[in-house]
């Protein structure tokens, strides 16, 4: 069984409060290190303009570089094959947060840490949900056995998408995405 996400670009609407909830779960105060990262993206020209949102997180790889390149294997997958942290065992060296295609580690410089996505790991633990599939407020994103998203979802769904690049590291993500995600002349835009 491989667990992953699942999420929804169709349903998404870029209010960013799976990011504010995953960084409150971790107690990340700082404005750096977001572990869901919502991003805008636009592409085409006018008339035929489009806009996207894009959430992600640790795709809990099948092939994960972060655990290949970290030194201490502080970075490691668990017998569910989830991609976790041992905060005792890294040293700081940002191996991980460099070998990542995904961006997921990251280092938070209050905490002195690498920070990422541990899907919630205690709450699941306790029959809930990860803080970003409850939070999500139009149900974009789900966890879950990947297979059973994949049965679930349909046909159409994808791993990897312009903004992602090529899933070379075998991602445990499964994305219903819009055209405009398709298209590989994409720019990323604040709004």
């Known amino acids: 069984m491989s667990l992953g996400f699942y999420f929804d670009m169709n349903r998404c609407f870029g209010c960013r409060v799976c990011q504010v909830a ?10 750096g290190p977001r572990p869901r990262r919502v991003q805008t993206y636009t592409t085409g ?6 806009l996207y949102h894009a959430s992600i997180s640790c795709n809990h790889c ?25 905060d005792n065992t890294c040293i700081g060296c940002k191996t991980c947060v460099a070998s990542c295609p995904y961006g997921a580690p990251q280092y938070s410089e ?10 919630c790991a205690a709450l699941r633990e306790n ?12 149900r974009a994103i789900e966890f879950g056995d990947i297979e059973e998203l994949k049965s679930r979802h349909g046909d ?15 991602p445990n993500l499964l994305i219903n995405p819009k055209e405009a995600a398709l298209q590989e002349d ?5 709004i």
């Open 22 to 31: 995953c960084k409150d779960r971790l107690g990340l105060e700082e404005a």
């Open 45 to 50: 020209t006018y008339p035929n303009a489009m």
């Open 127 to 138: 029959g809930m949900n990860p803080v970003c599939v409850d939070a999500c407020i139009g």
């Open 62 to 86: 099948e092939a994960p570089a972060c655990v290949a390149n970290c030194p201490t294997g502080a970075m490691y997958k668990d017998e569910n094959g989830l991609v976790l942290h041992d």
């Open 110 to 119: 209050e905490k002195n840490l690498i920070v990422k996505c541990d899907t």
């Open 186 to 190: 994409y720019k990323e835009t604040i």
């Open 156 to 170: 159409a769904l994808v791993s990897e998408i312009a903004v992602t690049g090529e899933a070379v590291t075998e």
